[in-house]
């Protein structure tokens, strides 16, 4: 992709289980690293309508987005595969339960409900999002 570097907006769900100690992850096939469900903006979409799109997408489970509940924003520069990147994470709680057991629907991401007491164990992307997961708990 040529021209000017631009900034990605990107919509994320925080997604606990009925404790609300556990929440639910994202992350390569591989596990080498974890992230929040969720998803591009796209052009003429509202970010709860992307969160909708994408959660049903990516897990097959249906939400109502009148539901959602804005947390915050975040922004993160970073370096993936030599290319520098900008984005912007707008993060919405999901008080809707969801199945203990999530089936991807693309074949390259596993999902996995990950103890709040042990993010500390795991490469959560970005870091700065763990300060605020714990935060949101108490939500």
Not at 72 to 91: C, D, M, P, R, V
């Amino acid at each position: 992709m040529g021209g000017q570097p631009r900034i990605e907006v990107i919509v994320r769900a925080v997604i606990f289980d009925d404790s609300h100690e556990h929440m639910l992850f994202c992350a390569p096939a591989n596990k080498e690293y974890y992230y929040l469900p969720g998803g591009h903006i796209e052009h003429g979409e509202t970010s709860p309508q992307t969160l909708r799109r994408e959660i049903s997408e990516e897990t097959g489970v249906q939400t109502d987005a009148s539901t959602y509940f804005f947390l915050g924003i975040s922004e993160e520069a970073f370096i993936q595969n030599g290319e520098k990147h900008q984005e912007l994470n707008l993060y919405y709680r999901l008080p809707q339960a969801f199945p203990s057991e999530i089936i991807a629907q693309e074949k390259d991401i596993v999902y996995e409900w990950i103890s709040v007491k042990e993010f500390y164990k795991f490469n959560i992307l970005p870091k700065s999002v763990i300060s605020l997961l714990q935060s949101w708990k108490q939500l």
